[in-house]
Structure formats: C-alpha cells, structure tokens
Nanobody, 123 residues
Framework: QLQLVESGGGLVQPGGSLRLSCAAS????????IGWFRQAPGKEREGVSC????????RYADSVKGRFTISRDNAKDTVYLQMNSLKPEDTAVYFC????????????????WGQGTQVTVSS
C-alpha cells in the first residue's frame, strides 16, 4: 500500500521559514510526481506546488511563487517543500499526494495522500 507521511509543520511567526517533508513508506518514490496541497478551515483544498518524477518540472501556485521551493531526493524517497517569508494566509493543513510521473493541478488526479501537517503562521 502506498503511504505518504508529512512532517515539519508547526507554529512560526510571519516572515519565518519551515521545511516540510513528504516521505514514502512501502514504495519507491522515483516514478511518482508529488504534489503539495493545503486546506485552511472553511476553504477548499488548493494546490501549492508539484514536482514531476524526474524533478525537472515543477509548478507553484501564484500565491507562493518566489517564497516556496519544492525539491526531491529520490535516494531518500522524500520530497521537500521549503517555505520562506511565511504569511498568516499560509496557515493551513498541508498534504502531499502522489500520481504517476507528471503533475496535475487537480487534487482528484492524485492517488494516495498523507495525513497532513499543520502550519500556523501567527505572531
């Protein structure tokens, strides 16, 4: 069974940084694109970033461009989301999810999902 585990969330002040990790359990991450999504209370789940299986193609939501960086280490079966210059509006539960090879902006196109990690940006 494909299982993803997110970690790295927490409470940070505006302008601060966090690095989220998405680790694969029970399978090899190399053939899968990994997307990061987030969901704030009362809002729909939205795409944040995505990286193709090769790592060559990456996507970012306009709201995080220039602040977030996605990367992957297939040898460690882990994808990272480096989040800098965090804003209160980045507060949400962050999820990672997998699909074969290429990214998609639609959550419904992804298969296995992690349980999520809470990110709270507040002074």
């Amino acid at each position: 069974q494909l299982q993803l585990v997110e970690s790295g969330g927490g409470l940070v002040q505006p302008g601060g940084s966090l690095r989220l990790s998405c680790a694969a359990s029970g399978f090899t991450l190399a053939r899968y694109a990994i997307g990061w999504f987030r969901q704030a209370p009362g809002k729909e789940r939205e795409g944040v970033s995505c990286i193709s299986s090769s790592g060559i193609r990456v996507r970012y939501a306009d709201s995080v461009k220039g602040r977030f960086t996605i990367s992957r280490d297939n040898a460690k079966d882990t994808v990272y989301l480096q989040m800098n210059s965090l804003k209160p509006e980045d507060t949400a539960v962050y999820f990672c999810a997998q699909r074969d090879y290429y990214c998609s902006r639609y959550p419904s196109n992804f298969g296995s999902w992690g349980q999520g990690t809470q990110v709270t940006v507040s002074s």
